[in-house]
């Protein structure tokens, strides 16, 4: 199944930090009118969503500014499977692919002021109001800490992208030359290192899609970066006149290392975006549709697992407590990953390190993505802990 990019970037401000889940949801209860979000004994407001194939109930939703939980329910409805919160054009907290009769849940910071709420395909309210009152948010988690878990991360993002920007050069240089063989070998070297990062890649903006857009996600006309690359090396066989879209990625790439430098996230947002990219792996990406030409794959994946580890280990001093048993979990699950991935270590044309993801067999490919889902499992507490 082919899961669409999500080409609205995140607003990178931290006026909200998003964090969806899995989880029963709490009460299903909904309304057409202002609906005050219920409180919890920690300050954490829970507002229960419906969705149906006019659209999402409540359609006026009234809360307070501070830590809230959005319980997403789908009665029923093969439409609508999709609830976002849009400040403007710019998402700010989502669940993507509830199913019919599922739930799914996830938790963001509100701050003061008017949004959007928006269930796409909804036929006869696919959009609402959300109006959050100024209000004292409750305990804060130890500032200096979530500060210092955010620099790490963001370390990281900085020293990987710096990586990439070199790694793109001799990539760059094959393709313009014509060396077909050349840029073959260094495609995955190169994506590997844009992989790690994809756990925020919604904070790039314009960026992303220019970068990373697999066919179909763009216009024709717009369609550039990584795999306008990779269908030329390996289905035309030509790389004559990719030598403009080739400096476009150098270009872009180069812009990217400048915006890791002036990011601004908040800790539950990196632990959001780890959680959604290995769902990301375990429903779209295990399909091999992500390097569809290559088959280079398994490189992504290993570099997606390695950007989701950077950020739980950012974030697990801020785990304490009785939920430490959670980080302890989380960081055999992603070694139980680690090992499967391992497992498929091998060689192939493009010297990637692992086998071409197109010699797997279905039971390899459903094993890797079981694995993967008993990680994304625990990995969603990890946003509501550290919110």
Known sequence: ??????????????????????????????????????????????????????????????????????????????????????????????????????????????????????????????????????????????????????????????????????????????????????????????????????PIAESFGDLDPAIDAREGDVPEAEWGGFHRIEKALWVDNDVSGMGPVADALVANVGKLQVQAGTIRLEPAQIANGAVELLNEVSTSKITGEEDRYSHTDLSDFAGNLAGAKAGFEALKPLVTGANAAVATDIAKRFDDVQTALDSHKGTDPTGNGYVLYDTLTPDQTRALSTTVDTLAEPLSKLAAIVL
Not at 98 to 119: E, K, M, N, Q, W
Not at 182 to 197: C, P, S, V, W
């Open 1 to 198: 199944m082919l899961v669409p990019r999500r080409l609205l970037a995140l607003l990178v401000a931290p006026i909200v930090v998003v964090a969806a889940c899995g989880g029963d949801n709490k009460s299903g209860g909904s309304a057409t009118g202002a609906t005050p979000a219920g409180t919890s004994k920690t300050d954490v407001q829970t507002i229960d969503v419906t969705l149906s194939d006019s659209g999402c109930e409540p359609r006026s939703i009234a809360a307070k500014a501070g830590p809230t939980t959005f319980e997403v329910k789908n009665e029923g409805s093969a439409a609508v499977t999709e609830f976002e919160i849009l400040a403007g054009s710019k998402i700010l907290g989502e669940v993507e692919n509830v199913i019919p009769g599922g739930d799914r849940s996830f938790s963001l910071t509100l701050a003061p002021g008017s949004y959007t709420t928006y269930c796409p395909g909804g036929s006869s309210f696919d959009k609402g109001t959300l109006e959050v009152a100024d209000a004292p948010t409750g305990s804060a988690a130890d500032q200096t800490a979530r500060n210092g878990a955010v620099t790490t991360y963001l370390n990281y993002v900085k020293s990987e992208t710096g990586v990439l920007v070199t790694a793109m050069a001799p990539f760059a240089a094959a393709v313009k030359s014509g060396d077909i063989a050349g840029a073959k070998a260094k495609f995955a070297a190169a994506r590997y290192h844009y992989e790690t990062i994809e």
